[in-house]
């Protein structure tokens, strides 16, 4: 018999982590973490580039319920949000419930339960949760010849340790991650070549130490360290509703930051020219903006060189643009995640009826209700999610599943149910709202966008990766949606699984039930 589990979490990044801490906090230990990688942290593991860091302040960039005091500085480097996660995983018994190295390549709702296919291994589960990320899949680019070059390929998505002292490098792209990673490659290369298609909004970044009598203040007090998360994520909320959700009510806003960014670059470059290929065509908030204090500083350097020409092809040894040919020894890739052809899901997931759901969003819009559940795939949770991203804090976003979870769980538990399915009808006016907001407030749409080439839009050019209200807004929904807007239903046990049974009684048990476990479909008033 396949084993048997009370829930699966795919994904053992943040939002896995944080998943499986609240179906711990709600009864459920029968849990299974599954992770391709060899090791848990998921962009904190896999990337290891130069550079590496977190781009928003640190201790927004952390659960609210685990505060880190010993951050380094105010934008910690990659190495502590790796370290961070292992003592979340440690402090909260996640790490025993992990597997790594296992590729999950299908679900499938079955005689309501999930199977999960991972190689030659099926597990089952009564709940299924997707927390595969948003920024999991590399993308290579689409340029002609790119598989023919003979020198060294790195992708910062999959780094290798190299010494590339006296190398002649080429960088294509120019991304948040490039932002972090071109300055320390020219420290090393010879000759450095950044092939930009999309510039990006760049604004100083206020990083500095953070003095040991401040870290030790923080471990005695978390109520100051709370302080400044609550000014972190109040700057952030500011910036993410004025760039981005309330544009039309805050274009002078929106403006404001443009100059602020324009500022920034004025001051670190004086070559006219120069400045003109660095500053981007789009509003700000199109693509996601960055902070950097040395990032423009790198193109003064005399050994560093902006091309903005398209790319035309690539051979055995180097890059040719209409301009000309470029010699190098080192490729890297900078070229970002791919979301939308291959991570929305991550792999096969069918539902009720045979439904599957890569081909169900792309064939009627990418949507979720409240980012988490989606019609027609009962016990079923998907973190990343169309309208899930909340804020510019990752942290905000598993926060708010969080607490969806919890109300959702804590309902289903009081009912003596075990099945959970949104309806048709919530999801649809959820949908609406959320294409309504976008529409007729965001930057996306009455902003200039054509140009910015942003992940946040999918395949078909609607904006669907972040959701536009604010934290407050997405924090309340969470915590107050109408259970009405669930179904919540029994079913016979199809297997003889001990801890299925108990897990069935026990449910039935607290809720005040004493009626016999059945299948049955009903709708349930709060």
Known sequence: MAPQYDAIVVGAGFGGMGAAIELKRLGLHGLLILEREDDLGGTW???????????????????????????????????????????????????????????????????????????????????????????????????????????????????????????????????????????????????????QRTPIWVSPKPDHPIPSPVRKLFARLPFAQRTVRWIGSSVLELMMISGVVRYRQLRVVNRLAERWCRAHLHRQVRDPELRRKLTPDYSFGCKRPTFSNDYFRTFARPHVRLETSPIERIDATGVETAQGRTEIDVLVLATGFNLWDTNFPAF????????????????????????????????????????????????????????????????????GSSVFEITQRANDEFLERMRAKVTQNSVFSLGQCSTAHSYYFNQHGEATLLRPTSTVSAHRAASRFPLSHYDFSNVRLTTSSPRDIESAMGAASRSGSTSRVHTSRQRRSP
């Open 45 to 195: 593991h896999v990337n290891r580039y130069p550079g590496l860091a977190v781009d928003i302040p640190s201790p927004t960039y952390s659960y609210s319920f685990e505060p880190n005091p010993h951050w380094s500085r105010l934008f910690a480097p990659g190495s502590e949000l790796k370290r961070y996660s292992e003592h979340v995983a440690v402090k909260y018994g996640l790490r025993p419930l992990m597997r790594f190295g296992v590729t999950v390549t299908g679900a499938r709702w079955r005689d309501d339960r999930w199977e999960v296919v991972a190689g030659e291994e099926t597990f089952t589960a009564r709940y299924l949760v997707t927390a595969t990320g948003f920024l999991s899949m590399p993308k290579t680019p689409d340029i002609a010849g790119v598989e023919s070059f003979q020198g060294k390929v790195l992708h910062t998505a999959a780094w290798q340790p190299a010494d590339l002292t006296g190398e002649r490098v080429a960088v294509i792209g120019t991304g948040a991650t490039a932002v972090q990673l071109i300055p320390e490659l020219a420290k090393q290369a010879s000759a450095l070549t950044i092939f």
């Open 348 to 415: 096969e997931v069918i539902g009720r009826d045979g439904r599957d759901l890569g081909a169900w969003w792309r064939q009627n819009r990418f949507q979720a209700y409240e980012g988490v559940t989606v019609p027609g795939f009962p016990n079923y949770l998907s973190l990343n999610s169309p309208y899930s991203y909340s804020g510019l804090s990752y942290f905000t976003t598993i926060e708010c599943q969080m607490a969806h979870v919890r109300r959702l769980f804590t309902a289903m538990r009081s009912r």
